[in-house]
């Protein structure tokens, strides 16, 4: 029996063989699982519970299948979805969990992030999602038509994309001080995050102690995946 991680995977209209991937993720392998984490970023945008585009028909039923199979999944909003509520959770059967989250990993105290607040260099970003997580801004957008918000979502993805173009890769990579400071703060040696799209093993000191940081791999290309079972946790690549 394994636990699997997943993040990133952007899922939309544009794209219907990564959500063939995912439908038959659900219905494979993760049926064997312990349980799955889906840290952030499951979907293009999520416009609200109120808001469920066609696309997204098939994987909301492939993720309440699995639940209802019983196995847990476990749900962190990304930059792309955190306007997901207690209406995706009913949809789903998944549990939200909050940014950054401690669990048990077979014994290993393992922090759980999206990723993105680690990106402490790329000061725009930080400030637009400062503002976006407001919780008025939060309020005014679930107030818009659905028609509105979908308005909405393609402005920001298009600003988004001009600021990615203009700034330097290692600005919107994670900072190394904040990563130990995470470590460090939540007293763990495994951090597990996604959002940078630079899957990797990273090992690392703390307080005098080996440490790992593992990146997830984004689904852009490939449905990657990470499995960690007693014996320890390796990416796998789709």
């Known amino acids: 029996m394994s636990t699997l991680f997943i993040s990133d995977l952007h899922l939309s209209a544009e794209r219907p063989h990564l959500i063939k991937q995912f439908v038959a993720l659900m219905q494979g392998e993760a049926r064997k699982a312990e349980a799955l984490y889906i840290l952030g970023d499951l ?26 199979s019983g196995v847990p999944v476990y749900v962190m909003a990304g930059n792309r ?32 992030m999206h990723g993105d607040t680690l990106c402490t260099d790329d000061v725009t970003y930080q400030q637009v999602r400062a503002r976006v997580r407001d919780p008025a801004w939060i309020a005014a957008a679930l107030a818009m038509s659905i028609e509105e918000r979908i ?13 990615t173009q203009s700034t330097a890769e290692e600005i919107m990579d994670v ?33 005098g102690q080996p440490a790992t940081r593992i990146v997830l791999d984004d689904w852009y290309q490939q449905a990657s995946l990470l499995r960690c079972d007693r014996a320890g946790c390796k990416l796998i690549a789709g």
Request: cysteine-free; glycine content about 6%.
């Open 43 to 68: 979907f293009e945008a999520w416009l609200g519970d109120d808001a469920v585009l066609p696309d997204m028909t098939a994987p909301i039923e492939a993720l309440k299948a699995l639940t209802e």
């Open 175 to 207: 900072n190394a001080d904040a990563v130990m400071e995470a470590l460090h703060r939540h007293g763990v040696t495994r951090l597990i995050h996604g959002h940078t799209h630079r899957p990797a093993v990273h090992i690392l000191q703390v307080n």
């Open 81 to 112: 979805d955190f306007l997901m509520g207690e209406g995706f959770e009913a949809m789903t059967g998944a549990k939200l969990i909050d940014d950054p989250v401690v669990i048990d990993l077979y014994g290993t105290p393992t922090l759980l």
């Open 151 to 163: 308005k909405t979502a393609q402005e920001m993805r298009a600003q988004s994309q001009a600021h």
